[in-house]
């Protein structure tokens, strides 16, 4: 019977230490991956920029995946609000990710105010670029430090005025430590909503030049719905703005939307025009933006 406990235990440990074997090989092996986007030796800094954005011939694959995207090319004149609808996986999240260099365009060029983004230093490329993602990605730190993270001078009143604009304040207000509240693990769960307008607070501290919005698609309910949208409306004054849009609202609000199928750009035009000459806006028109 002595024996019994201290034979399960050898198994247990034995089983144990394959599996932290096994873990600690893959994290080697991801350690150990290169980079996809190197900074170049002779990289410069980007000036404060005016955000005119220019697609020159874009193309790009994952690894040795099949091409997503092929010849894209446009350009969005600094200040304009461009949205992009699509059907699920026809690279959508991919298009804007190659905006800050999360990956580099496997062919052709993308251009900040005439300059390939490849020739600028990363610091300099992505702290003039705001975003605010479908998962909202919220650290284990306090509300306050969540809302300041892309800047850290920044001061008491610019994080007040910026969880304002985001329509933050209020439900902050009613959390037992307010800013000083921890989020996550450790903290409050704070709800979909709530983690929106967060992230929104924090690009609004930051204030970019260009602005990249992938809305989520998860529902929430009208009244934060609107919370949110207005939120973003405040945050989009001015900037360069690459919206995903998942709403009917947030497509007919943006200046010109851009149809993304089969890799490439179908069309573009206003939500009007669209509707009456592209068959695919209409289909996605009636599947994804058609609130129900
Ligand atoms: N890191 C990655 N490595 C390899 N393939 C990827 C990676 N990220 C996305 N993909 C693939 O690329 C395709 C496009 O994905 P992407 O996320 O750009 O689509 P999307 O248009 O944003 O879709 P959704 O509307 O569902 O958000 C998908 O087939 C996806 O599986
Ligand atoms: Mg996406």
Sequence with gaps: MLLWMPTQMLGFINMMSHQAIAGGERIFEIIDTPLDVVERPDARDLRPMRGDVT?????????????????????????????IVGPSGSGKSTLINLIPRFYDATFGQ??????????LTLTSLRS?????????????????ENISY??????????????????????I????????????????????????????????????????????????DSRTDYLIQQALDRLMVGRTTFVIAHRLTTAMRADEIRVLADGAVAARGSHAELLDRSPTYRTIYETQLRPT
Excluded: C, W
Aim: glycine share 10%; net charge negative.
């Design 173 to 220: 207000g009613e959390l037992a430590a307010g800013y000083d509240t921890m989020i996550g693990e450790k903290g409050v769960r704070l709800s979909g909503g709530q983690r929106q307008r967060i992230a929104i607070a924090r690009a609004i501290v930051v204030d970019p030049r260009i602005l990249i919005l992938d809305e989520a698609t998860s529902a929430v």
């Design 55 to 83: 697609f020159r011939e874009v193309g790009f694959a994952y690894g040795s995946a099949p091409p997503l995207l092929r010849g894209i090319d446009f350009r969005a004149p600094a200040g304009r609000t461009i949205a």
């Design 128 to 144: 003039q670029i705001g975003m605010v993602m479908q998962e909202t990605f919220l650290f284990n730190m306090t509300i306050r």
């Design 150 to 171: 892309g800047r850290t001078d920044a001061t008491e009143a610019d994080i007040v005025a910026a969880a304002k604009a985001a329509n933050a304040h209020d439900f």
């Design 110 to 119: 993308i251009l900040i105010d005439g300059i390939d983004v490849r020739e």
